[in-house]
């Protein structure tokens, strides 16, 4: 089973700047993605990349500030957040995708079936 551990999360004012990381352990994955789900709202996909098709996407409210990267030495993503709002706040996870149809072109549409237990992330002031 792979296991998964985000870090990184916190307090942070308005316009300041968070890296989360993501380590993993276990098989190999196929495509990574970060999401997010604030209080009463629904479970929102963030960014994500892919290893099959090197394919890289973000949600529109993030573009331009969110930075995916990975480390494969550590086997270790990684999400830069620059210019954070108020409306960033929420639990942010990391997943994995091992196995499922996809389609080529769009990382988040991979099936993404190993969770880790998520980070939280207030901005505020």
């Known amino acids: 089973q792979v296991q998964l551990v985000e870090s990184g999360g916190g307090l942070v004012q308005p316009g300041g700047s968070l890296r989360l990381s993501c380590a993993a352990s276990?098989?190999?994955?196929?495509?990574i993605g970060w999401f997010r789900q604030a209080p009463g709202k629904e479970r929102e996909g963030v960014s994500c990349f892919s290893r099959l098709d090197d394919t890289t996407d973000y949600a529109d409210s993030v573009k331009g500030r969110f930075t995916i990267s990975k480390d494969d030495t550590k086997n270790t993503m990684y999400l830069q957040m620059n210019s954070l709002k108020p409306e960033d706040t929420a639990v942010y996870y990391c997943?994995?995708?091992?196995?499922?149809?996809?389609?080529?072109?769009?990382?988040?549409?991979?099936?993404?079936?190993?969770w880790g237990r998520g980070t939280q992330v207030t901005v505020s002031s």
């Open positions: 276990g098989p190999s994955y196929r495509a």
């Open positions: 997943a994995v995708s091992r196995a499922g149809s996809y389609y080529v072109g769009d990382c988040f549409s991979h099936k993404y079936g190993d």
